[in-house]
């Protein structure tokens, strides 16, 4: 499921959102909070040697926590990745795109990637957090086509296929 209950909003007198939607609009709901999250396995030991492999083990984490607190991915209304290495992340954005839709789907909230000296766990290469709003009712309707739009947008981005504007 990609589609969210909220409303994104990307407004055209902004750049395109790569990888994140520039605002949001909440549906009323009950809100989860989830603490940062890194590449700890439930045994507590640090997993992956690299950026790519800890963004996967943090991000199927958080996902984990989303759903014990009975959200979805697509209830995520704001996410944050911090990290210790912003040059590796931005070299691996294809690779990291592409992990990031299969444990969320082509769904991206406003999202921050935030540059850090080093995170609490040591050796941690990135740590995420996120706030999801389950709503009260789950109304299912069709995004808006600006919305829709954005997101082809997005993907095509992050597989690779620059816009027009990119290539500028």
């Known amino acids: 499921m990609d589609r969210t209950p909220h409303e994104i ?13 520039h605002a949001l609009v909440v549906t009323p709901g009950r809100t989860v909070y989830i ?5 700890r396995r439930m045994d507590g030991v640090l997993t992956g040697d690299s950026l790519v492999q800890q963004f996967d083990q943090a991000l199927a984490n958080m996902v984990e926590a ?3 607190a009975k959200a ?7 996410m944050r990745v911090y990290t210790t290495s912003i040059g590796v992340y931005r070299i691996n954005l294809n690779t990291l795109g592409s992990i990031y839709r299969r444990h969320m789907g082509r769904y991206y909230p406003p ?9 609490l766990t040591s050796g941690a290469q ?4 996120c706030l999801a709003v389950v709503p ?3 109304i299912e309707e069709a ?5 829709r739009e954005s997101v082809e947008e997005v993907d095509a981005t992050f597989t690779g296929e620059a816009s027009d504007r990119d290539r500028d």
């Open 35 to 39: 603490g940062g999250q890194t590449s």
């Open 126 to 129: 990135v740590e995420l957090e």
């Open 111 to 119: 999202m921050s990637v935030v540059g850090v000296t080093e995170l």
């Open 66 to 68: 989303l759903r014990a």
């Open 136 to 138: 009260d009712v789950y």
């Open 9 to 21: 909003v990307n407004p055209l007198s902004l750049s395109d959102p790569i990888g994140y939607s």
């Open 72 to 78: 979805e991915p697509t209830h995520v209304v704001s």
């Open 143 to 147: 995004p808006e086509e600006a919305s």
